[in-house]
Structure formats: structure tokens, C-alpha cells
């Protein structure tokens, strides 16, 4: 597949991951990391080998983006949704050779809300006139917060599954609390909800299977439940110092996130304008953000149903957004199965488990990875990305 504009991929509000850590052509030399500026090496398994990229801060105050508003910092779903769409009009105005190019949108984690809104303000441009003629084709959304009844209700038979809690504890507080885990109505329940997370609150939630590493890892409260608020960490304490994070934790990484954003030799280079953004951080939770669209459910039903195809994909050990959760909002739209639940293979292995539904809606988990799966099984998601962008069967 030859390099077109095929992705504009949106990072933000939740934790920022910069294109070095995820998709991205570059990554940190973590291993041979000692002290100064990071090194960056090449990413074998970069996105870019098949498709160009667009990686872009989102909402405004995010990463590097700003703005000479004041009010533009005040944003929220639907705003920043727009916002997106601006930005990528005047883009392609600036660069028409692109405009016919296949166009796909993506995002991870709680993009998930916010690339299907953005996508149905592209189609509804189109519809309503709109002389650009985007060449939209479909979206993705990975380990993606969706819809707050569906998210919620994914923690506990997700930590059941997965060995964390016992049978009687599970069966006990699906009783009590009627299968509603997110704000519990009774004592009962809210006293099972509390034995959940004694029992989880040692895991490491973006990723069952690792060691919980100093501020990496927000602990999860199924009484609090929703995801959007469980992604949040505080990282105003976050210490600088590498000694404190052991290589096996991926803190490290995030650690010379931190050190090659806010060097002065690098932000020169990438032209970053002095005075508009301090301090880079991972996460900005400073913003002013409006949670206004509690469900994108309607978006994704929306766009399918208008022939754009759309890849769902999860980390099958994120304990942060589910893939029970992911599976069962999927099944809400009523979507005839068209190829059933099977294994899909990278490399010789079984990489994961893959379902596709009309309406060119595929499923896919990935196998061992966690929030998000690009980050955790790089191989096997540049894989995932070549076939279903190709049209191929996962």
C-alpha cells in the first residue's frame, strides 16, 4: 500500500501518549537511556509504514496545541470534536493533492467518544453541501470509552473472568447490585463493591499482567466507576527521576516523555513558538472539559449504517476500558454476524480473536495487550491496521 493521507489519529485530554510511545516512526531508547537529553530510535512497527499520518493534540491545550482565544480553552466533547474538523479542513485546503486520498479517522482510549462525532461532522458536511469533498472512508477507535452504562458495567464480570475475584464475590454483588456497578443503590452493594476493589487494588489496570509502577497506573474504583474518570492520574508529583522506575516499567518511557518535550533543543526544532505552551505534560486535567456526550453509540450506529467502515479494536488484559464492555455495546447495534467469532494470526501466532458485523463493523481483540494495544503488541497491531486498511479479512 503506497504512502496517502489514510489517518488523522487523535491524542488527549486522557493520558497523552507522544507518537514516540504508540504508533509513531520514532520511540525512546529506554534500555540505554542514562541521563540528558532521550535518544530516539527508529520504530520498526510504525503505523507510517502503511499509511500517512496526521497525529494531532486534541482538545486545544493539549500536548503542544494552544490558541490565541482564551475562550478555546474552554472545551468539552462536542467542541473539541469541531475543532478537529476545522483543523483538518483548512489542512486539506492547504493541501489539496491529499483531499481525494482514502481518509480514515482514529483515536485511542477516550477518543473514543470523540473520533465518531468527528467523523459524522465530516460526513455531515458532505451531506450538507460542504464543497470540500473529503474522501472519508471509516474510522477506528482502540480500547475505546464508548458509553457509560456499557463501561461501567464491564469491571466486574471482566475482573471475574479474568481469575481476580472469586465465584461467590461475583455472583454476590451481581445479585445485590442488579448487574448496575457504577452507583450503587443499596448498602449491600456498595459493601461488594468495596470487597472488589480490596481485592484488585494491587493489579495494574492499563495492563493486568504488569507490576504497578509509581504513577503509572490511576487504581481503580468500581464504586466511582466510569472510565473517563478512572484514566485520570495525578502527575503534578511525578517524580523526575529515573532511579525511582525500574526498566520494566513503562513509567520509564512516560519519564523521557517528560525530559525530551520540555528540552529547549527539541522544541526549537519542532517549532514550537516561545511563550505558548510552559510546561508539556503528559496529561493537562487543568482544562475546563465538558463530558457532554456521555455515548457515542448513536455515532457509530450512525456511520455504519451510511456505509463508512469502522475497526473496534481492545487489548484483551485493559482493565481500564474492557473488551467485555466493548463487546456488548457492539452487540447492542443488532448488527447481523457476517464472519463469527475466530482467531486472527500475526507472525505465525494467534494474535488475537476478531468478529465482523454488516455494516463493515470488524471487532478485533489483541492478545496480551493492554491500555492501549499499539503501546503493548506494536507487531501485531501494524498487522491488524495493513489488512483491515487493505480491505483483507484480519
Not at 148 to 160: C, I, L, Q, R, T
Not at 325 to 342: E, H, K, P, Y
Not at 371 to 392: D, F, N
Request: glycine share 8%.
Amino acid at each position: 500500500m503506497g504512502h496517502q493521507l489514510c489517518n488523522v489519529s487523535i491524542r488527549g485530554l486522557m493520558p497523552f501518549e507522544p507518537v514516540s510511545i504508540l504508533a509513531g516512526p520514532l520511540k525512546f531508547d529506554v534500555a540505554g537511556y542514562t541521563e540528558g537529553l532521550p535518544t530516539l530510535v527508529y520504530n520498526p512497527y510504525s503505523w507510517t509504514k502503511v499509511c500517512s499520518i496526521i497525529f494531532l493534540d486534541s482538545p486545544v491545550g493539549t500536548g503542544f496545541s494552544y490558541s490565541s482565544v482564551e475562550e478555546s480553552y474552554e472545551t468539552g466533547d462536542t467542541k473539541a470534536a469541531r475543532q478537529v474538523h476545522t483543523f483538518l479542513r483548512k489542512w486539506l485546503i492547504d493541501h489539496l493533492e491529499f483531499l481525494s486520498n482514502p481518509l480514515y479517522i482514529g483515536g485511542d482510549s477516550y477518543s473514543g467518544i470523540v473520533v465518531p462525532v468527528v467523523a459524522q461532522e465530516i460526513a455531515k458536511g458532505a451531506q450538507d453541501g460542504d464543497e470540500l469533498l473529503y474522501n472519508l472512508k471509516g474510522y477506528l477507535v482502540g480500547n475505546p470509552v464508548t458509553d457509560e452504562k456499557f463501561d461501567n458495567g464491564a469491571f466486574v464480570p471482566y475482573a471475574h473472568g479474568m481469575g481476580l475475584i472469586s465465584d461467590e464475590l461475583y455472583e454476590s454483588t451481581k445479585k445485590s447490585c442488579g448487574g448496575e456497578y457504577a452507583s450503587p443503590t443499596n448498602e449491600q452493594c456498595a459493601s461488594h463493591l468495596q470487597s472488589i476493589n480490596k481485592c484488585i487494588e494491587g493489579i495494574n489496570t492499563p495492563q493486568i499482567l504488569e507490576p504497578v509502577c509509581f504513577f503509572v497506573s490511576p487504581k481503580p474504583s468500581i464504586v466511582a466507576a466510569y472510565s473517563r474518570r478512572l484514566l485520570k492520574e495525578d502527575i503534578k508529583e511525578f517524580p523526575l527521576l529515573k532511579a525511582d522506575l525500574p526498566l520494566e516499567c513503562r513509567s520509564s518511557g512516560y519519564l523521557l516523555s517528560y525530559f525530551w518535550a520540555n528540552n529547549d533543543t527539541v522544541r526549537e526544532v519542532l517549532n514550537i513558538h516561545k511563550g505558548t505552551v510552559q510546561q508539556w505534560q503528559r496529561c493537562n486535567y487543568g482544562l475546563p472539559y465538558a463530558h457532554d456526550i456521555p455515548s457515542s453509540l448513536k455515532f457509530h450506529l450512525n456511520l455504519t449504517s451510511r456505509g463508512h467502515r469502522a475497526l473496534v479494536y481492545s487489548g484483551d488484559h485493559d482493565m481500564i476500558v474492557p473488551f467485555v464492555g466493548t463487546q456488548a455495546w457492539i452487540r447492542s447495534l443488532n448488527f447481523s454476524i457476517v464472519d463469527d467469532w475466530r482467531p486472527w494470526s500475526a507472525y505465525g501466532q494467534v494474535a488475537g480473536f476478531t468478529r465482523t458485523y454488516s455494516n463493515n463493523l470488524t471487532f478485533a481483540t489483541v492478545k496480551g495487550a493492554g491500555h492501549t494495544a499499539p503501546e503493548y503488541r506494536p507487531k501485531e497491531c501494524l498487522v491488524m491496521l495493513q489488512r483491515w486498511l487493505s480491505g483483507a479479512p484480519l
